[in-house]
Structure formats: structure tokens, C-alpha cells
């Protein structure tokens, strides 16, 4: 049976064992999210030895030359020594400089301790009390001297329930950026732009449409956002007060009859999609059904946590 050793500790796992589950399994308490390659949660460091790792190119080449994997994708070929991802010595500190409610979704505003490059539509890994989650950044890059981010707390969960309690001044740790499907393509200038959303997958729909705007989009811009309650219409005055957006709000019981009325009016139309599996899978189908290509509907899925 291959050892793996974690500092100073060693376990014994049978050969092929997950990774991660052999080191929770031995209580590290390795957090994760997703299990898929998606959430970056499970990140640890290679030192000595190999892995069988099912999805390599889901970190970037310079963090996977420095050892880094993801747990949850790899699998235990010999012995292997690792080091955990410890955000107080990997993560950049962060503090919080706003925490407001706006109807059921949190909007958390970050200050962190150096400047971030990012782009709309990229994700961030947030640390809090050992625990990490993925979130789509709501903020933009140029304009907003804060990260910003809209998050679903209504159901208890180990980092909602501590996100709850979080005030101005608190501190946390941000972990790994990384990109999803959804950005904004100058190229895109002149063509129709459809966001559709569910529920918080509308902030980083909101990041792209800012960004659109601020490159001068010509073409249309459209933004469906679905919620299950009004309430969950949260920057329906935000939506609003953007010149030069169609905003359409859905309630959930009535996404398809909405989806019935969304016909493209040009082939050339471009569409981002972003929330929930079901919803995400709901908005692809109709598109590609208008006779959309594949190639222009591209969809970042968020996955369910708490």
C-alpha cells in the first residue's frame, strides 16, 4: 500500500485511492466544493511523487510546475509526500469594507491587501474560518476599487453561516482566480449580446455587461434575469438605471413562457448564460433550438454550496 506523507504524518492508502478522499479520510479536513475540477477548493502541492491526475489542464501550467493539484481529480499511484494549501501563508489577506443585503443575496465588497488583476467573469476561491468556496466576481476591473461579490445565503451551511456574521473590518483570505466560459470579446462590438441568468448567476453577468458598456457595444444587449420571488430580483434598480439594456425579470413559474417569447433576431447574436444546472440547461436547449450555434452560447454553471 503506497504512504502518503502530509508534514510530519503518514497514512497508508490502497493503490488508486482519490486523493482527496484519503486525506479527509485521515482527517485533514481538505475542503472542497465540487468534486468536478471547478471550485479550485481541494488545491494541494505535489512535493515528491506522482499522481494519476484526471484533469491537468484545469490549473494554470505555472501553478501545476510549482506541484499544485487538485485533489479530487487525482488518484494515488506510489508514494507521495504532499503539502496541504494553508491561506494564511498562500492567500492574499482581504477585508471587508461593505456587507449589505439586498433583498435575499448578500453583496460583499473586499478590499484586498494588494491589488488583483482580474477580468469580468473570472472566479475567486474565498477562505473563511478553513473553509473555501468558489464565487463569480460582480465587480469591474477599473472602475470598482473593491471586489464584489453576491451570494446566496438563505440556507444554513459552514461559510454562509459565517458570512452572515461578517462586518466591516473582518478579514479573510482570497485564494485562486481562475477563468470561466463567460467574459467580454471586443470583437463582439457590434453584435447582439444576450446575458440570462438565474438567481447570483447574474453577477458575473453584471461584470459583462459593464464591461460591454464601457467598451461602446453597438449591438443590442439584452439581460434575462430568472429569480423564484420578486425578492430574488436583486439589481432589478441597478439593471435599471444601466443606459442601453433590455432588462426582462422572470419569475421561475413562468420561465417558459418567457423562453417561448426569446427569438435571436440575428445568427449573429452572442449569448452568455450563468446560474443554476436546471436553468442553465433551460436557457442552452431554447437557443440552440432558435438555431443559435453552439459556439456562441457559452455558460458558466454554478454549483449548489453552503
Known sequence: MPDVYVGAQRISVSAASNLLDALNGAGFNVPYSCRAGSCHACMVRCVDGAVADALPDA???AKREQGWRLACQCSVLGDLQVALYDPRLDGLPASVCAADWLGEVLRLRLLPERALRYHAG???LLWLGGVARPYSLASLPGEDDFLEFHIDCRR??????QLRRLRVGDRLRLGELRDGALHYDPDWQARPLWLLASGTGLAPL???AREALRQGHTGEIKVLHVAASDAGHY???ALQGLAGLAVEQVLAEHLDSALAQLRPTS???MALLCGSPSSVERFAKH????GLPRNQVLAD???EHA
Open 59 to 61: 490549473l494554470p501550467v
Open 122 to 124: 473570472q472566479h475567486l
Open 156 to 161: 444554513p451551511g459552514a461559510f454562509c453561516d
Open 206 to 208: 453584471w461584470a459583462v
Open 235 to 237: 439589481l432589478a434598480d
Open 267 to 269: 445568427r449573429q447574436t
Open 287 to 290: 437557443l440552440f433550438v432558435a
Open 301 to 303: 454553471v454554478f454549483v
